[in-house]
């Protein structure tokens, strides 16, 4: 980069109010709700890829409310109370998502969800009912609903699915094209007055009195009165203390299929595998349970274990006896921890983080910036 101009150095990288690391959903909707609530302080969101590359744009575009198993494995490792709190979190994100932007624009399907229950997960179709009438019984409070949850079996055979033994419908999910909510959010809070940096990887940060010192691979410090990290799994190269490691979540596409019977959004096995239609085109990811500890690294490419274990489940379960190819290979890096809880914390008097999304950013960042941004 050459040497800055004083023009340069007295508006694109000038001391900010506000400095945001990551533009990728928790980013911008922290920097939405700063601007909102102080829209004359300057709000700066640096990105270290051409776009954000971590999980944002490179899920499964699932607008996820959560499946049963995965939330009674919730209750188990956080107990009813968190559960039910984390649960409303996405609830409750998910419509702003959708008042904010409305369907179309950010290709959003009100498709519903389902879970694949197989044969031997609940042998006592009994046990299932009454796991049903407990979680729907937790969750009204919330939804506003009867049955969130309800067995609907007789989809199995209309979806052509093999190895299940029961199929649990979720009224509260959806898809979306993460591309374009990732879009959307950019425009709306650039249109703010938020200036976004893209290529800046953010070396070390030093904070004083005064505020912080942030050292890239540009040739100037950026200075803010106030940092906040969003960069997620990554956060723990400039907050080591963090409970965080990387989890990286790969996918497959398939080829377009010709009369393709499955709609929705399906999880499988605590919402480890998890599947839809992209159109007439398949879409699946998961399998990282498997490997556990192979998962835990940021490399950007997909492996083939876990490759090849999806398409197993593809062939066995989701899309017996069909022909297709895979067209598309992709993983992107979660963060999780111990606990599955997001953190949201201030680290110093100038310094915070909103991170360990644990793959539901999509539908808890509004929120979560809505909370980091009231603390900031």
């Known amino acids: 980069m050459l040497p800055l101009s004083v023009w340069e150095s007295e508006s694109f990288f000038s001391p900010r109010d506000y400095i945001i690391l990551g533009s990728g959903f928790t980013g911008l909707w922290s920097a939405y709700y700063l601007k909102k609530h102080h829209p004359h302080r300057s709000v700066m969101i640096l990105e270290r890829g051409?776009?954000?590359?971590?999980?944002?744009?490179?899920?499964?575009?699932?607008?996820?409310?959560?499946?049963?198993?995965?939330?009674?494995?919730?209750?188990?490792?956080l107990g009813?109370?968190?559960?039910?709190?984390?649960?409303?979190?996405?609830?409750?994100g998910l419509k702003k998502i959708r008042k904010m932007f409305g369907n179309h624009r950010i290709g959003y399907e009100a498709t519903g969800g389902y879970e694949l229950i197989s044969p031997a997960q609940y042998p006592d179709v009994n046990l299932l009912r009454?796991?049903?009438?407990?979680?729907?019984?937790?969750?009204?409070?919330i939804?506003?609903?009867?049955?969130?949850?309800?067995?609907?079996?007789?989809?199995?055979?209309?979806?052509?699915?093999?190895?299940?033994?029961?199929?649990?419908e979720n009224s509260e999910e959806?898809?979306?094209?993460?591309?374009?909510?990732?879009?959307?959010?950019?425009?709306?809070v650039q249109s703010m007055g938020v200036t976004v940096l893209t290529n800046t990887e953010i070396l070390k940060m030093e904070s004083s009195g005064k505020g912080v010192e942030l050292f890239s691979n540009l040739p100037v410090v950026l200075k803010a009165g106030k940092v906040l990290v969003c960069t997620n799994a990554f956060a723990r190269d400039l907050i080591p203390d963090l409970d965080l490691k990387p989890a990286r979540g790969q996918i497959l596409l398939t080829s377009p299929l010709e009369g393709l019977k499955i709609r929705g959004c399906f999880h499988y096995d605590e919402g480890?595998?998890?599947?839809?239609?992209?159109?007439?085109?398949?879409?699946?990811?998961?399998?990282?349970?498997?490997?556990?500890?192979?998962?835990?690294?940021?490399?950007?490419?997909?492996?083939a274990p876990v490759q090849e274990?999806?398409?197993?489940?593809?062939?066995?379960?989701?899309?017996?006896?069909?022909?297709?190819?895979?067209?598309?290979?992709?993983?992107?890096?979660?963060?999780?921890?111990?606990?599955?809880?997001?953190?949201?914390?201030?680290?110093?008097?100038?310094?915070?983080c909103a991170v360990r999304l644990s793959g539901m950013g999509v539908a808890l960042a509004p929120q979560i910036g809505k909370i980091v941004a009231g603390m900031m």
């Open 309 to 352: 274990e999806l398409e197993k489940f593809l062939r066995e379960i989701v899309l017996p006896g069909r022909s297709y190819t895979i067209d598309q290979r992709w993983s992107g890096t979660m963060g999780v921890g111990k606990e599955k809880k997001p953190i949201i914390k201030k680290i110093n008097d100038h310094v915070y």
């Open 272 to 303: 480890f595998y998890y599947f839809r239609n992209l159109g007439n085109r398949i879409l699946l990811g998961g399998a990282r349970n498997k490997f556990l500890k192979e998962e835990e690294t940021f490399a950007a490419s997909t492996s």
């Open 143 to 168: 939804t506003g609903i009867q049955k969130t949850f309800r067995l609907n079996d007789a989809k199995i055979k209309a979806f052509g699915l093999s190895g299940t033994a029961h199929l649990i």
């Open 174 to 188: 959806g898809q979306l094209h993460s591309g374009k909510l990732c879009e959307a959010l950019l425009q709306q």
């Open 130 to 141: 009454t796991k049903l009438d407990q979680l729907n019984a937790q969750v009204r409070k």
């Open 80 to 92: 009813d109370k968190e559960m039910l709190e984390l649960l409303e979190m996405r609830f409750r």
């Open 50 to 77: 051409i776009i954000p590359s971590g999980a944002s744009t490179r899920n499964a575009g699932f607008a996820c409310f959560g499946s049963l198993t995965e939330l009674v494995a919730d209750c188990k490792l």
